[in-house]
């Protein structure tokens, strides 16, 4: 597509359950990207894939919350057992791969955990 | 590691007023430089960058030099109008460390008429 996608667009959720995040990114495109966004917040940096190498998970707030990217394209970044913090919009961005370039972000989805 | 650190809003301003948003950074190697905005309700889009030092990235009327001696890339526009309320990230992004792309704090700019 022409842009990155991301579905669901909102997403309400009961505390204690899991949820997938989707991401669909720019055709080309060898890295890609997922941010949170708090209400009032900046932008918190969760996990970064580029290409085939190992991601970097470091923005990973816990052990409850994986991404993973299949066949270098869709990623999927998935939240067990919600909880009421983890309230937010999630970004999806992509790139290509050079450092002058920059992304190209997704409209979100708007995670409240209820 | 790199760090952006920009001013804190909310900035409030007149129509036509002069707006300048300050942006310094600290980055392993030799980063690029960006601008975002994302308006009320939107997405974040990429307004401008800038390369190397001493360039000029420019979009909408809005301006910042890469400015490598005081590690800076200001964020300028001479005469706003109200559509520029927003939110405006600077950022970096440098191979040295990885490619990622490191955001500041955000600004708040609401521009009355």
């Known amino acids: 597509g022409a842009g990155v996608s991301q579905s669901p667009s909102n997403k309400v959720t009961e505390k204690g359950k899991d949820v997938e995040l989707r991401c669909d990114p720019i055709?080309?495109?060898?890295?890609l990207y997922w941010y949170r966004q708090s209400l009032g917040q900046g932008l918190e940096f969760l996990i970064y894939f580029q290409g085939n190498s190992a991601p970097d998970k470091s923005g990973l707030p816990s052990d409850r919350f994986s991404a993973e990217r299949t066949g270098g394209s869709v990623s999927t970044l998935t939240i067990q057992r919600t909880q009421q913090e983890d309230s937010a919009v999630y970004l999806c961005?992509?790139?290509?791969?050079?450092?002058?370039?920059?992304?190209?972000f997704g409209s979100g989805t708007r995670l409240t955990v209820v | 590691g790199n760090s952006v650190t920009q001013m804190e809003g909310p900035v409030t301003l007149s129509e036509e007023a002069f707006l300048t948003i300050n942006c310094t950074y600290t980055?392993?190697?030799?980063?690029?430089l960006f601008w975002y905005v994302q308006y009320p309700g939107e997405g974040l889009q990429l307004l401008l960058k800038?390369?190397?030092?001493?360039d000029k990235g420019s979009n909408k009327g809005f301006e910042a030099t890469y400015r490598k001696e005081t590690t800076s890339f200001h964020l300028e526009k001479g005469s706003v109008q109200v559509s520029d309320s927003a939110v405006y990230f600077c950022a970096l992004r440098s191979r040295a460390a990885g490619n990622k792309l490191t955001f500041g704090g955000g600004t708040r700019v609401l521009v009355k008429p």
């Open positions: 980055a392993t190697g030799y980063p690029s």
């Open positions: 800038a390369t190397k030092a001493d």
């Open positions: 961005a992509s790139s290509l791969a050079q450092e002058g370039d920059g992304y190209t």
């Open positions: 055709s080309g495109h060898t890295a």
